[in-house]
């Protein structure tokens, strides 16, 4: 499949590199800017108490068993993972995608060292693809079932209604 419909895979390629550096700036902006506000410590960084908080929420999660109240308003711990996950996918997409570009070469060397060669980033980079992929559909699937209208106006507004049968 090509973008915009052609069988011509040069135009898709320039989409993809078009979207990377969308997918770059975007990513750089928002570290740069959860450093500065204190958002990545503050939220998202996981606590001690979180880190043995784990097997809990994993049981709850399986259960479908959502936090209430208060607690509904903060990242559980494995939010906070999924998230520092998704932060450390990305970069290992950008810098593997740098990676297999023989111009890039005489900018950064050492990026074919770093990930032994253009196969292996290659490979990094379809397995990083494919783990965003599927942080994607869970974040979709939780979020219906955490109720869409809700959270859906959360991440767009910034603020979350607890429900009253929750409060």
């Given at each position: 499949i090509t973008i915009p419909g052609f069988q011509d895979l040069a135009d898709a390629r320039h989409w993809h590199f078009l979207f990377a550096w969308i997918l770059a700036i975007n990513g750089l902006l928002y570290l740069i800017y959860s450093l500065w506000s204190r958002h990545l410590q503050r939220d998202i960084w996981p606590s001690r108490a979180d880190i043995l908080a784990i097997p809990r929420s994993i049981i709850d999660h399986i259960?479908?068993?959502?936090?209430?109240?208060?607690?509904?308003?903060?990242?559980?711990?494995?939010?906070?993972?999924?998230?520092?996950?998704?932060?450390?996918?990305?970069?290992?997409?950008?810098?593997?995608?740098?990676?297999?570009?023989?111009?890039?070469?005489?900018?950064?060397?050492?990026?074919?060292?770093?990930?032994?060669?253009?196969?292996?980033?290659?490979?990094?980079?379809?397995?990083?693809?494919?783990?965003?992929?599927?942080?994607?559909?869970?974040?979709?699937?939780?979020?219906?079932?955490?109720?869409?209208i809700n959270e859906i106006r959360s991440m767009l507004n910034g603020w979350y209604r607890i429900p009253k049968e929750h409060e």
């Open positions: 259960k479908l068993k959502h936090p209430t109240g208060d607690a509904a308003r903060r990242y559980n711990v494995l939010q906070k993972l999924a998230y520092l996950g998704v932060i450390v996918l990305i970069t290992l997409m950008v810098l593997t995608g740098l990676t297999m570009s023989p111009g890039f070469d005489a900018i950064c060397p050492w990026l074919l060292d770093l990930f032994g060669g253009r196969q292996s980033a290659r490979s990094i980079h379809f397995l990083s693809a494919a783990l965003i992929v599927l942080f994607v559909i869970v974040h979709l699937v939780e979020v219906v079932l955490a109720g869409p």
